[in-house]
């Protein structure tokens, strides 16, 4: 069954720093990879979407990479500000159903930029 | 930003009451779902539904049913709250099994 693991669990930085956060996923079968955030207490927003036969999405100062056949995304942070701390998810869609029916989520990167 | 909401955001309840977690999405969207998030833990599917009169249970055995008369709406029921169900209950939308899902805000639910 499909796995994610993220790393670090958590993560600070001063503002201004450039970031990497990482993502690794067990079956490489997959239909896409989303990336979101989310505030405490708060629900999911959705960042970037990735899809299978893609290797990169950009949205700003947010840059996701997908490696299908290693099993690995990261997500680019550029010039990070004190706005960006929250909870970082990573997830994927596996195309068997034995790997799930629907997105597989990791336990998420906490980030926290200084001001 | 995603058109899909759910109330109530923050629900305390007694033991034992009945108790119905809304969620409306207006993207006209087939696949439904619900997710269990526990503090620090990741979430995990309880339910999903492919279109109205569709619903399944996902990976995480729940003691919660749904239903699905209507394709904007898709309620989550705990008809006995107890303790155990005190968690962040997410839910989620997708045009198609694998597109882009689109999540509330979520209920915060604390069984007392």
């Known amino acids: 069954k499909q796995e994610v693991t993220q790393i670090p669990a958590a993560l600070s930085v001063p503002e201004g720093e450039n970031l990497v956060l990482n993502c690794s996923f067990t079956?490489?079968?997959?239909?896409?990879l989303q990336w979101f955030r989310q505030d405490p207490g708060k629900g999911l927003t959705s960042l970037l979407l990735?899809?299978?036969?893609?290797r990169e999405q950009t949205s700003g100062r947010l840059n996701a990479s997908l490696d299908k056949s290693s099993g690995r995304s990261t997500l680019y942070i550029a010039a990070s500000q004190p706005g960006d701390s929250a909870t970082y998810l990573c997830?994927?869609?596996?195309?068997?159903?034995?790997?799930?029916?629907?997105?597989?989520f990791g336990k998420g990167t906490t980030l926290s930029v200084s001001s | 930003e995603a058109d899909i909401y759910q109330t109530p955001r923050y629900l305390v309840i007694g033991t034992g009451k009945k108790i119905t977690l809304e969620c409306s999405q207006t993207?006209?969207?087939?696949?439904m779902y619900w997710y269990q998030q526990d503090p620090g833990m990741e979430l995990h599917l309880i339910h999903y539904s492919y279109g109205v009169n569709s619903t399944e249970k996902g990976d995480l055995s729940s003691e919660s049913t749904v239903s699905r008369i209507r394709t904007e709406h898709f309620p989550l029921t705990l008809e006995s709250a107890r303790p155990s169900h005190t968690s962040q209950y997410l839910c989620?939308?997708?045009?198609?099994?694998?597109?882009?899902?689109?999540f509330g805000q979520g209920t915060r639910l604390t069984v007392v």
């Open positions: 997830a994927v869609w596996g195309i068997s159903y034995q790997a799930g029916t629907a997105l597989i």
């Open positions: 989620a939308s997708s045009e198609f099994r694998g597109t882009e899902a689109f």
């Open positions: 079956d490489s079968a997959i239909y896409n």
């Open positions: 993207m006209g969207h087939d696949k």
């Open positions: 990735i899809q299978s036969s893609q």
